[in-house]
Nanobody, 126 residues
Framework: QVTVRESGGGSVQVGGSLRLSCKVS????????ITWFRQVHGKERESVAG????????WYSDSVKGRFTISREDAKKTVFLQMDSLKPEDTGVYLC???????????????????WGQGTQVNVSS
């Protein structure tokens, strides 16, 4: 059974930074693509950043491009989301999800993911 656990959320002011971590309990992380999603109360869940199984491909939503960076350390079975220049609209629950992958495609749809974490709360205040 694969489990996914996020950490690193918290409260920051506008313009600040946070680094989220996603720890995956699995034999090897190298068979999974990883994607971060964001859930804002009253809105649909949206994907914000993804990385493919090999780490040589990434994807970002337009709303975070240039401010967020996703990276993976397979030896630690951990994926990171560095969030800089945070805005109030970045507030929400950030969920990490993993999807079994056989290609270099970067997942960014919910149906592509196989295992989900519970999420970590991010609050950005002005």
């Amino acid at each position: 059974q694969v489990t996914v656990r996020e950490s690193g959320g918290g409260s920051v002011q506008v313009g600040g930074s946070l680094r989220l971590s996603c720890k995956v309990s699995t034999h090897t992380l190298r068979i999974y693509g990883i994607t971060w999603f964001r859930q804002v109360h009253g809105k649909e869940r949206e994907s914000v950043a993804g990385v493919n199984w090999s780490g040589n491909g990434t994807w970002y939503s337009d709303s975070v491009k240039g401010r967020f960076t996703i990276s993976r350390e397979d030896a630690k079975k951990t994926v990171f989301l560095q969030m800089d220049s945070l805005k109030p609209e970045d507030t929400g629950v950030y969920l990490c999800a993993v999807g079994l992958s056989h290609t270099d495609y970067v997942f960014h749809e919910e149906y592509q993911m196989d295992f989900w974490g519970q999420g970590t709360q991010v609050n950005v205040s002005s």
